[in-house]
């Protein structure tokens, strides 16, 4: 079986053309936050400067600036002597996480009848996506649909810089998830609420869905605050 960097660098080894096209270190960062959001690079995961620039067929320059770029998102640190990491989010980073995610999520639930009933169906299918893999126990993948749920409601701001910005908050979140134990036991429950969420906005109930929303992520805020003080213990 592959190992997690292993298939990182198969995966960029597959955009090569696409990277070449662009020749862009911000390209390589975006990969590697991809593969943070997906769940893929986890946090403490090295990585190595050499086998990523052959994969990608960048100079070790454009790969360092790829990594300068991700540092200065809070997703990746650099250690003196030792090399580049995936970031471990503290307690602090999980309180700001969600500050932000209320002020962008929330105003896109508001937002959600000028958004459009296409807007809102990406919604739908960001959920429907999580209950499939729900059902054939890929909790990974759930976790990477609720990703995509909770991206899909900002999106409803209709807004580009909105989606830059949430891009890069729920690569953050999803180094939080780690914090947690098994996947089914913390993602079952926030799947079914995600259902709920999608069902107001679907019946123009935004009032209804904002107040869900807010309710989950207070939950959510508190939940995985409790693992970080037990990790900390």
């Avoid at 896109?108 to 809102?120: H, K, M, N, S």
């Avoid at 979140?173 to 036991?185: D, Q, T």
């Amino acid at each position: 079986m592959a190992t997690a960097a292993e298939g990182s660098m198969a995966r960029i080894a597959a955009s090569r053309d696409d990277i070449g096209g662009s020749s862009t270190a911000a390209r390589i960062a975006r990969l590697l936050r991809e593969q943070i959001t997906d769940g893929e690079l986890v946090p403490g995961e090295r990585l190595r400067e050499g086998p990523l620039s052959e994969a990608a067929g960048v100079s070790r320059n454009t790969t360092r600036e790829a990594f300068r770029l991700l540092a200065q998102e809070g997703l990746v640190v650099h250690e003196f002597n030792r090399g580049v990491f995936v970031r471990r989010l503290t307690a602090t980073d999980l309180n700001d996480v969600y500050r932000v995610r209320r002020i962008l999520e929330c105003e896109g639930v508001r937002g959600a009848a000028e958004a459009g009933p296409e807007a809102i169906a990406r919604v739908s299918a960001a959920v429907a996506e999580g209950e499939r893999a729900a059902e054939a126990d890929r909790w990974r993948d759930v976790a990477t649909a609720d990703i995509r749920f909770h991206r899909a409601l900002a999106a409803l701001c209709d807004s580009p810089r909105v989606d830059d910005m949430m891009e890069r908050i729920l690569a953050e979140l999803r180094l939080v998830f780690h914090a947690m134990g098994p996947r089914r036991e913390f993602h079952g429950p926030y799947l079914r609420r995600n259902r709920t969420i999608a069902d107001l906005l679907e019946r123009g109930d935004t009032e209804g869905a904002e107040r869900e929303l807010r309710d989950y992520l207070d939950t959510a805020q508190e939940q995985l605050g409790e693992a970080y003080r037990r990790l900390e213990q």
